[in-house]
């Protein structure tokens, strides 16, 4: 199992994790409201990251779920933002609620990657660009 914090920008399905949801978006309909999309706040015990949910899943989970991922994918939605998803190969399901330790900071989807000069299938960080969620600011 992969700790958030050790996700990396990627086009291969095999991220296999477990969060709690923080926050849950605005679902969004596209193609004249066949598909619908959310973007929600989620954390382990090392890092966050914005995940994508779609169809289904944006009314199958809400915030103090427990999630377990597996063969997720890291990688750029069609709005241009880094998330974490299923993917067509992954599954999400939920394993329990309200029961686990998590940090919001760093958030994985706000750090600004750039290939690996030493290994062309591989990512590295470059830069913060928020070490928080700039879609689910925290409450102040």
């Known amino acids: 199992m992969l700790s958030l914090k050790d996700i990396m920008p990627a086009a291969r399905n095999?991220?296999?994790?477990?969060?709690?949801?923080?926050?849950?978006?605005t679902i969004t309909s596209e193609g004249g409201g066949q598909n619908k999309t959310c973007l929600v706040l989620?954390?382990?015990?090392?890092a966050s990251v914005h995940f994508q949910l779609w169809n289904e899943e944006c009314d199958a989970f809400k915030p103090g779920d427990i999630v377990h991922l597996s063969n997720g994918i890291f990688s750029y939605n069609r709005s241009n933002r880094l998330v974490l998803r299923a993917g067509k190969r992954g599954k999400v399901e939920k394993?329990?609620?309200?029961?686990m330790e998590f940090v919001e900071s760093p958030n994985m989807s706000e750090i600004v990657w750039v290939p690996d000069p030493d290994s062309s299938s591989r990512y590295v960080q470059q830069s913060?660009?928020?070490?928080?969620?700039?879609i689910f600011p925290p409450l102040v």
């Open 14 to 25: 095999d991220i296999t994790t477990r969060f709690i949801v923080l926050e849950k978006g």
């Open 95 to 99: 394993v329990g609620e309200f029961t």
């Open 128 to 134: 913060v660009i928020s070490p928080i969620s700039g």
């Open 42 to 46: 989620v954390a382990d015990e090392s």
